[in-house]
């Protein structure tokens, strides 16, 4: 089996759009919302994408931009031909390019950050090239300024004094229930859920590691015990884990 994860000479060639041929069996849908984004972002900044072929002419990766390139009359278009795939790699390498895009996500604070440079901007091309509406981008920038003063964010103050609930409590909130216990002990759970069954469980476990040890931001803030201050050995908090989930 050959090594293909070395690199190889890939070469940027323009084609007649003609002469290029889109995939019948491309399990990837592009609608007319994304095309005539495409075509606007291409409007704005250029073709900068390559087409990937294979030695036929075939599209393997680039059907919407080619889409794109065809209500533009473009004539031509950047291509890189990938003849050092297999048949099986090539449909393997279509699935993965879209599948693997879709698995990103946004930093909402730096996209919100960068459309605000973009609003700021005297620009000679719409700003609707970025593919988000000029509703869309209005929304994210306002929706991270409020985040960045929402008061929600701000650490409750340590209430100072004795603790007010002892291991072993177990409060009732009307129909609700809160036990002050263990998590690690059997009994705990038999004192929570009375004998019945739960639906659905949301753990919060600990990462056994201090503050200081993420940089001194202060977020955690609580009395000290031991699992929650990253004094346990890698060993132990293998332990730990195993025993808490298996509870």
């Known amino acids: 089996m ?6 190889h000479n890939l070469r940027v060639e323009n084609r007649p759009v003609s002469a290029l041929k889109p995939d019948p069996k491309n399990a990837r849908l592009h609608g007319n919302r994304q095309i005539k984004m495409l075509v606007r ?49 090539i449909v ?8 693997i895009a879709e698995l990103s996500v946004w930093d909402d604070a730096l996209l919100a950050e960068q459309l605000q440079a973009l609003a700021d901007m005297e620009l000679d091309f719409n700003v609707e090239a970025t593919g988000f509406t000029v509703g869309e981008i209005d929304l994210r920038i306002e929706r991270e300024a409020d985040n960045e003063n929402d008061p929600a964010d701000e650490p409750a ?20 229930r809160l036990d002050c216990g263990n998590a690690l002990e059997e009994e705990s759970y038999h004192a929570l ?14 990462f056994n590691i201090s503050v200081a040890d993420i940089g001194g ?17 890698k060993l ?5 884990l195993t ?5």
Request: hydrophobic share 45%; proline share 6%; aromatic share 4%.
């Open 157 to 176: 103050p340590m209430r100072q004094g004795p603790a007010i609930t002892k291991l072993g409590d177990l409060w009732l909130l009307d129909r609700h």
């Open 243 to 247: 025993q808490a989930c298996t509870m």
């Open 41 to 89: 972002t291409i409007e704005a900044v250029g073709f900068n994408a390559p087409i990937l072929i294979d030695l036929g002419g075939n599209v393997i990766a680039g059907h919407a931009r080619l889409e794109a390139a065809k209500q533009l009359k473009m004539q031509e278009v950047p291509t890189i031909c990938l003849e050092h795939l297999t048949e099986a790699q």
């Open 2 to 7: 050959s090594n293909n994860s070395s690199p």
């Open 217 to 233: 931001l202060g977020a955690i803030k609580h009395r000290e015990f031991a699992m929650a201050s990253g004094e346990m050995s």
């Open 236 to 240: 132990e908090f293998t332990t730990f």
């Open 92 to 99: 393997a390498f279509k699935i993965a390019d879209n599948r």
């Open 193 to 206: 859920m009375k004998d019945r069954h739960a639906a659905m469980a949301m753990t919060d476990p600990p």
